[in-house]
């Protein structure tokens, strides 16, 4: 048995395109994801029940289906239910986009109630009103919590980006089955793109420790 | 200044206070004991609407705060709490701390917070500390930048939630000599403490509390040395 790469830089123009597209939708995702999330967490903490049960109810439908199932309703379900259709990366962005937000809205919600409430009782106790309190003495505790979370949420979207390979978006997995088909060789192409995916999580990972360096920086012993 | 007229309070069927009534006058320095869970940091904690009474009524300086359009935020700046665990912001250094309420509720200028906040932080020793975190201080040390944020916003009641009961023993006195240096500047200060003999020192009047209910008020020598309930008397044997 010998291994031979040469087939697959032949086709690296397939693998920098796909790579480009897992890159997007995560970028694109993550974001959305997280302004949807923020959304779901107020909602969550309101003292409105209905909202709350709402926000609840979303945040299980999303939890309690597979996301592949989440995509297929999407990319195929629904386009037959009201006649529109979508692109696949479409699909892809608003599926994977939804389902973060239910995720980063139990992170955030986790995040805010986790902090000491004698933070709460001290800010109130000084005069300082709701929003003012949870601008500046909640939240920026509650980050510190929350971004571990995040980052293994954008971690998670980057790797789960590869079912959209299901539904024939052309991502790195894809792009790594098409080098397949062309060169009958297996083992290469999926093992350069797990190091890929691998390199981007890294990337990420370092990116995420600085930030959360950063953050703690109150807590170094100077 | 601060006047209780029949306050109840219950945690779902739990019963903590059974009808207080209270008075404390302006720059009085009153203690509330009593064994925990008798109540005593409910009718501290009622003072500043921490917890909202079930019924009764709580005038501050003739404002009854238990009406519903009463705005809160405006009683509470003038009403200082210190607490058992300090509740310092850890993410704001020292003079952060200090500097953050004055800054935005009372809205003063940067500068005179900052100058203000200094002052209040050589009263209480730590003048040194002012661009640190935290996280790098002692238990005494957080506790008396606690009472420096307190005070930085000027109020004209001070309430001391059990002050010195987290902190290592060796480190209570430097706390309540902060305190102590507080009752003499006309501020009115209630404080909830099991320091029996710090109390007897410091307090114009005495409240003993035992089950929500106030069982004596009376000056630190008759409540210490002549207490008047069987209760009392058995309190203050198991604790003196």
């Given at each position: ?164 390979s299901?539904?024939?978006?052309v991502?790195?997995l894809r792009a790594a089955d098409q080098i397949t088909v ?7 192409p999926y ?32 | ?240």
């Open positions: 048995m010998k291994l031979d790469f040469s087939s697959v830089w032949q086709y690296w123009p397939f693998l920098y395109h796909g790579a480009l597209l897992t890159l997007k939708i995560t970028l694109i995702c993550t974001l959305l994801g997280f302004i949807l999330g923020v959304l779901l967490s107020l909602l969550k903490l309101t003292k409105c029940k209905p909202l709350v049960w709402i926000a609840n109810f979303y945040t299980s439908i999303f939890r309690g289906t597979p996301l592949l199932v989440q995509l297929c309703i999407i990319h195929f379900g629904i386009p037959q239910l009201i006649g529109v259709t979508f692109t696949t990366t479409q699909s892809g962005i608003l599926t994977f986009s939804l389902n973060s937000a239910a995720y980063v809205s139990e992170i955030l919600r986790g995040g805010i109630v986790g902090v000491d409430k004698g933070q709460y009782e001290a800010s109130m106790s000084l005069g300082v009103g709701y929003k003012d309190m949870m601008k500046d003495i909640i939240f920026p505790q509650a980050i510190r919590s929350i971004l571990p979370g995040l980052v293994n949420e954008g971690i998670s979207l980057l790797k789960e980006s590869s079912i959209l299901y539904i024939g978006a991502e790195l062309l060169t009958f060789r297996f083992f290469e093992l350069v793109i797990a190091l890929i995916y691998y390199v981007m999580v890294m990337i990420l990972t370092v990116f995420a420790n600085r930030l959360e360096r950063w953050l703690n920086r109150s807590d170094r012993v100077s | 200044m601060i006047a209780f007229h029949k306050v109840y309070k219950n945690f779902g069927s739990l019963k903590v206070l059974k009808g207080i009534d209270l008075n404390i006058e302006k720059g009085q320095v009153v203690t509330l004991i009593g064994p925990s869970g008798s109540g005593k940091s409910t009718i501290l904690r009622c003072m500043n609407l921490l917890e909202k009474p079930t019924s009764g009524e709580i005038i501050i300086d003739g404002q009854d705060i238990t009406k519903p359009k009463v705005d809160i935020q405006a009683v509470r700046k003038n009403i200082g709490m210190v607490f058992q665990h300090f509740n310092l912001f850890p993410h704001k250094t020292v003079i952060d701390n200090m500097t953050y309420a004055p800054i935005k509720v009372n809205k003063i200028s940067k500068e005179d917070a900052r100058r203000k906040s200094l002052e209040l932080l050589e009263l209480v020793g730590l003048s040194e500390k002012a661009d640190i975190y935290p996280g790098k201080l002692s238990g005494g040390q957080k506790q008396r930048i606690a009472i420096a944020r307190a005070l930085a916003m000027e109020p004209q009641i001070m309430l001391f939630d059990e002050p010195t009961s987290a902190l290592d023993p060796e480190m209570v006195k430097e706390v309540l000599q902060v305190i102590q240096d507080l009752s003499h500047t006309g501020i009115t200060l209630v404080l909830v403490t099991h320091e029996m003999g710090f109390a007897r020192e410091v307090s114009d009047r005495i409240c003993f509390i035992d089950d929500g209910q106030i069982l004596e008020d009376a000056s630190p020598d008759e409540f210490f040395s002549n207490p008047d309930t069987m209760r009392a008397r058995a309190f203050l044997e198991k604790v003196l």
